[in-house]
């Protein structure tokens, strides 16, 4: 299974922690007739026509650029009390062991990105040790959207029981590593961490250009058939109607670029080279990945 490619000077490797579906419907503003007029771009990877459900990887993108070990987001985690999410509720997976069959030692790991701060990309920020959540990645600098920060933690507009949970297990430990940011973050001279509000207050977007240009968008679209129709909304987007606005600035400007995307849960063969087309948008081809 090839899990990794090289992008100019840097190479981006994908570990998948696991694979979950959820129903169709959760994408409220695309009628069920639109699935099926896009299975070109959604069969076999993205939707399961017959259950009426859509496919998700949980998988984290380890870049190596500039002398740096860097992991964009940090899926579910082992261990979490997670009730009001049956799929990822004590998940157990074998993430660090991929992680380590990949070829990487969570020691060696320089930055760690939470494109935002949703339970399913701060997961393996931490790890269950003899009772204590504890940093899964010791000597990393955890990079942290101030404005999730704010908005997640007490007496923000997102703070509810399940944010609470999430904080305690995935962030708070890891207090003494985090950096906070807003605006720009220029982590190196080849990777950028950019504002993309809309499916959270913080939610980010890293670029990567050592010769040949890449975003990894974390949940920025969570399916394909958002690139043909970006306006269509998930039932995850904390606002709509920016998150919308947001895909079709940074689609654009991955086109322009000529940028490979990677979203956090595309399975497939990871991410596309997207095309503006006027206003609209599609696939040109995908990362050179295997399909999952
Ligand atoms: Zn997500």
Do not use: K
């Not at 790991?109 to 935002?116: E, L, P, S």
């Not at 807003?182 to 939610?203: E, I, N």
């Amino acid at each position: 299974m090839n899990n990794r490619l090289t992008l100019g000077g840097a190479c981006v490797t994908r570990v998948v922690e696991t694979h979950i579906q959820m129903r169709t419907s959760l994408f409220a503003d695309t009628p069920a007739h639109a699935w099926a007029d896009n299975a070109d771009l959604l069969e076999p990877s993205f939707w399961d026509r017959d259950g009426e459900l859509w496919r998700i990887a949980m998988q984290s993108w380890v870049v190596e650029a500039d002398g740096l070990l860097v992991v964009v987001d940090t899926g579910v985690g082992n261990d979490r009390d997670r009730p009001h999410m049956p799929p990822l509720h004590h998940l157990s997976t074998d993430f660090l062991a991929q992680f380590s069959a990949a070829g990487f030692d969570p020691a060696d790991v320089d930055v760690v990105v939470n494109t935002h701060l949703h339970t399913d990309h701060v997961g393996w920020n931490t790890h269950l040790v003899d009772g204590r959540w504890v940093p899964t990645f010791p000597n990393a600098r955890y990079v942290v959207p101030e404005a999730d920060h704010r908005f997640f933690g007490p007496g923000g507009d997102g703070e509810n029981d399940g944010m609470r949970t999430v904080l305690a297990d995935s962030v708070i430990p890891v207090t003494d590593q985090i950096q906070l940011w807003s605006d720009d973050l220029q982590l190196s001279p080849s990777l950028r961490l950019r504002p993309a509000a809309g499916h959270t207050p913080g939610s980010s977007v890293l670029w990567l250009d050592a010769g040949s240009p890449a975003v990894f968008v974390g949940d920025l679209t969570h399916c394909p058939i958002q690139i043909r129709r970006p306006d269509d909304a998930c039932a995850f987007d904390v606002d709509p109607v920016a998150a919308g606005g947001t895909r079709r600035r940074v689609f654009a400007e991955a086109a322009q670029a000529r940028a490979t995307v990677f979203p956090a849960h595309y399975p497939g063969h990871g991410g596309p080279v997207i095309v503006a087309i006027g206003d609209a948008f599609d696939v040109s081809n995908w990362a050179g990945l295997d399909a999952i």
